[in-house]
């Protein structure tokens, strides 16, 4: 009979010089009798992950500061950089290659990290995930972190992610640094109660999913101050933010890159952007700038504007598409008046730009 499930063996203390931690035998579809023959000698020679008929996978229980395998998951329950899952905390470049689970659930705790703890640190730290699950439990934590320095860069791809985030508190992705990369493709979905995505350094999200689920949510929060940043959602991304604006706000795309050197944010071709939620905005720039391009942005709910500009920010909307609906849900809104007094040095350019209200 062919075996094609995931087999767990238990060793005795003999062999426990052998082992590191607890091992998962990754089978492939092979007859009993060949299953036999085989693990005989692979245990007799303590285990040789050379055996042709077996990948060896392992469930850890603390951070990992080295490449994952096929199959391996980390849990980790601690706090801090105790409670980190997969992390880059030096100049080389860590994988988590496939078929990979990390679950955190510690307080500032995060899934996977790019980040030298010293501040005198040089090189750069880099991080690659493929077809892996994150799931955040913990406050104050989020999916990905990206921490750099001025000569220690941060790098983090994403390959078919998943990353859900369960505390409002914590952040999908956060690449609060400015001298920090991060890409993500089309087969990643991010999905937060709070933050999706919060980027202050260089960013290119092609084709991904991100959602923030909860009120004062946003799905895509930019920042930045450094001249030589550039943010854009490209590749038909699908923005959404499903909460209301209660004591906070919340927008589908948020920015807040105010330096008057920094290149616009850029929400391009192709790109949705959906709000369901009162005040809830599509696209916004609060002392800050944005590009809008022949996006198509959607918002449902009293007083959600579709593109916001407010505290002395500037929104260009190249052939973008704004419906909205809702009672005063404004298609396209300047200044932040009546609660924002002397609100007046916003500026929204406007060139093929159809709205419905």
Do not use: C
């Not at 050379?50 to 080295?66: C, E, G, I, K």
């Not at 087969?187 to 202050?200: D, E, L, P, R, S």
Request: glycine share 12%.
């Amino acid at each position: 009979m062919g075996l094609n499930h995931l087999t767990h063996f238990h060793f005795s203390s003999s062999l426990t010089p052998l082992l590191t931690g607890h091992i998962r035998i990754l089978a492939r579809s092979v007859s009993s009798l060949a299953m036999m023959k085989t693990v005989k000698p692979v245990l007799l020679l303590g285990l040789m992950a050379q055996s042709a008929s077996f990948a060896q996978a392992t469930d850890y229980t603390t951070t990992q500061t080295q490449s994952l395998q096929i199959g391996d998951t980390i849990t980790t329950t601690g706090d801090g950089t105790a409670g980190y899952g997969l992390w880059s905390n030096g100049t080389q470049q860590i994988t988590a290659p496939g078929n990979n689970v990390i679950s955190v659930s510690g307080d500032n705790a995060y899934g996977l990290v790019a980040f030298q703890p010293f501040v005198n640190s040089t090189g750069t730290s880099t991080i690659v995930a493929t077809d892996t699950q994150i799931t955040v439990t913990g406050a104050n934590g989020g999916g990905v972190r990206l921490a750099a320095h001025t000569n220690a860069p941060a790098i983090g791809e994403l390959h078919n992610v998943t990353i859900n985030v369960l505390d409002a508190s914590s952040i999908g992705i956060d690449a609060g640094s400015f001298n920090s990369t991060l890409t993500t493709d089309h087969q990643t979905v991010i999905t937060a109660v709070g933050v999706g995505i919060y980027t202050f350094g260089n960013v290119t999200i092609t084709g991904t999913h991100v959602t923030s689920t909860g009120d004062d949510g946003i799905a895509i929060r930019f920042s930045g101050y450094a001249t030589n940043v550039i943010q854009t959602i490209e590749g038909n991304a699908v923005i959404q933010a499903r909460g209301n604006t209660v004591n906070d706000f919340s927008a589908g795309v948020w920015s807040a890159a105010n330096n008057s050197q920094v290149q616009a944010p850029l929400v391009d071709d192709g790109v949705s952007v959906e709000t369901l939620g009162k005040g809830s905005y599509g696209v916004a720039a609060s002392n800050g700038k944005l590009q809008v391009n022949a996006a198509t942005v959607v918002t449902h709910g009293d007083n959600a504007d579709g593109a916001r500009t407010q505290y002395k920010s500037t929104t260009t909307l190249n052939k973008t598409h704004i419906t909205t609906h809702g009672s005063s849900a404004a298609g396209v809104a300047v200044g932040n008046a009546p609660f924002g007094a002397g609100d007046t040095n916003d500026m929204i350019t406007m060139t093929g730009v159809t709205v419905t209200t």
